[in-house]
C-alpha cells in the first residue's frame, strides 16, 4: 500500500526565513509525485510533479527535489501570501492513476 | 486558465436524504476522479472515471455512492441515504491523457445534520 508522511505538521517561519518541507513516501514504484498548495475551505493548487530521483523544478520561491525515498519543497525568502498547507501526493506505476496523499504541513509567515 | 467547476459550494442535508454532488471537468480531459477530506485529516481518494466507466473505487466507495458522466460535460457524485460522517469536503479532479498534473475543482462542503 503506497503511504506518504510529510513533517513536520506545521511551521511557523519570520518574513524571508528560508526552510524546507518533507515527503517521504512508499510505493512499489513510482510514476510520479506532486506538491499542491491548499488555502483554506478551497481544493489543491497544482505546484510541481517530480519522475525520478534527482530531479528538481522551480516556481518563484518554491524549490522540489526528489531523491527513492523523498521529496523536499524548499521555500527561499517566504512571504506571508506563502501561508498555506502544502500537500505531497505520489501515482503509483500501477494501471490505477489516483493519487495517495499526505496529511500536508500548514505553513504560517509571519511579517 | 482552464479550471474543474464545482456545484455547489455548500450543501446542507439531513441524514437518510440523497445529494447530489456537480462538477464540470475541463473540457479536453478524459480522466475524472472524486477524492474527500473529513475535516483535519488527509485528501482521500474515493473513485476515478474513464471511458464512461469506473476504473479504480476505494473501499469508501460503497454501495452508498455512485457515479455518472450523464452528459459530455457534467460529472456527478450521488450519495444515498447520507450518514453523518459523509460531512467532508469533497473534490472533483480531472487530467488529461498523458497529462502530468491533476487539476482539482474548489470543492463542495457537505454537512450532514
Known amino acids: 500500500e503506497d503511504q506518504v508522511t510529510q513533517s513536520p505538521e506545521a511551521l511557523r517561519l519570520q518574513e524571508g526565513e528560508s526552510s524546507s518541507l518533507n515527503c517521504s513516501y512508499t510505493?512499489?514504484?513510482?510514476?510520479?509525485l506532486f506538491w499542491y498548495r491548499q488555502d483554506p475551505g478551497k481544493g489543491p493548487e497544482f505546484l510541481f510533479t517530480?519522475?525520478?530521483a534527482g530531479e528538481e523544478k522551480e516556481k518563484e520561491r518554491l524549490k522540489a527535489t526528489l531523491t527513492k525515498k523523498e521529496s523536499f519543497l524548499h521555500i527561499t525568502a517566504p512571504k506571508p501570501e506563502d501561508s498555506a498547507t502544502y500537500l505531497c501526493a505520489v501515482q503509483n506505476t500501477g494501471a490505477n492513476s489516483k493519487l495517495t496523499f499526505g496529511k500536508g504541513i500548514t505553513l504560517s509567515v509571519r511579517p | 486558465e482552464p479550471e474543474v467547476t464545482q456545484t455547489p459550494s455548500h450543501q446542507v442535508t439531513q441524514m437518510g436524504q440523497e445529494v447530489i454532488l456537480r462538477c464540470v471537468p475541463i473540457?479536453?480531459?478524459?480522466?475524472f476522479y472524486w477524492y474527500r477530506q473529513i475535516l483535519g485529516q488527509k485528501v482521500e481518494f474515493l473513485v476515478s472515471f474513464y471511458n464512461n466507466e469506473i476504473s479504480e473505487k476505494s473501499e469508501i466507495f460503497d454501495d452508498q455512492f455512485s457515479v455518472e458522466r450523464p452528459d459530455g460535460s457534467n460529472f456527478t457524485l450521488k450519495i444515498r441515504s447520507t450518514k453523518l460522517e459523509d460531512s467532508a469536503m469533497y473534490f472533483c479532479?480531472?487530467?488529461?491523457?498523458?497529462?502530468?498534473?491533476?487539476?482539482f475543482g474548489s470543492g463542495t462542503r457537505l454537512t450532514v445534520v
Open positions: 510505493v512499489s514504484g513510482l510514476r510520479g
Open positions: 479532479a480531472s487530467r488529461a491523457v498523458g497529462g502530468a498534473g491533476y487539476t
Open positions: 473540457s479536453n480531459h478524459l480522466y
Open positions: 517530480l519522475y525520478s
